[in-house]
């Protein structure tokens, strides 16, 4: 990812992860999505790795950033999230109820600040 971005939510999986990125500007957010199955690489000929990994495009609201993990989230390990992105995913988890999965290690990292 460029300089300057942060990870604003981790998530894993047992091919990879994804992780959302943040960029704040003028205190607005910019937002966006990184793919990366690497871990399949062994699975793949050579000239197919390139499928491994993926960008989204930039988005500038929560909701759309949302939009972008969706609904990958609710199913893989949450590994971090960026303490002002805490309260509201913690919020999302809640919503969501039983279609989220691992919902304990969101309120570890999301309530307490601890890893997953």
């Given at each position: 990812?460029?300089?300057?971005?942060?990870?604003?939510?981790?998530?894993?999986?047992?091919?990879?992860?994804?992780?959302?990125?943040?960029?704040?500007?003028?205190?607005?957010?910019?937002?966006?999505?990184?793919?990366?199955?690497?871990?399949?690489?062994?699975?793949?000929?050579?000239?197919?790795?390139?499928?491994?990994?993926?960008?989204?495009?930039?988005?500038?609201?929560?909701?759309?950033?949302?939009?972008?993990?969706?609904?990958?989230?609710?199913?893989?390990?949450?590994?971090?999230?960026?303490?002002?992105?805490?309260e509201k995913m913690w919020t999302e988890v809640q919503q969501r109820g039983q279609e989220v999965w691992k919902k304990?290690?969101?309120?570890?990292?999301?309530?307490?600040?601890?890893?997953?």
């Amino acid at each position: 990812m460029k300089a300057n971005w942060e990870e604003i939510i981790v998530l894993g999986g047992e091919g990879g992860s994804i992780t959302l990125y943040g960029l704040q500007k003028d205190g607005n957010w910019l937002f966006c999505r990184e793919r990366n199955e690497s871990a399949l690489a062994s699975l793949l000929d050579e000239e197919d790795w390139h499928l491994l990994t993926s960008q989204s495009e930039c988005v500038g609201t929560w909701e759309e950033a949302l939009a972008l993990i969706e609904p990958y989230w609710m199913f893989l390990s949450p590994m971090h999230v960026h303490p002002a992105f805490r309260e509201k995913m913690w919020t999302e988890v809640q919503q969501r109820g039983q279609e989220v999965w691992k919902k304990r290690g969101w309120e570890r990292i999301c309530v307490y600040g601890r890893p997953y």
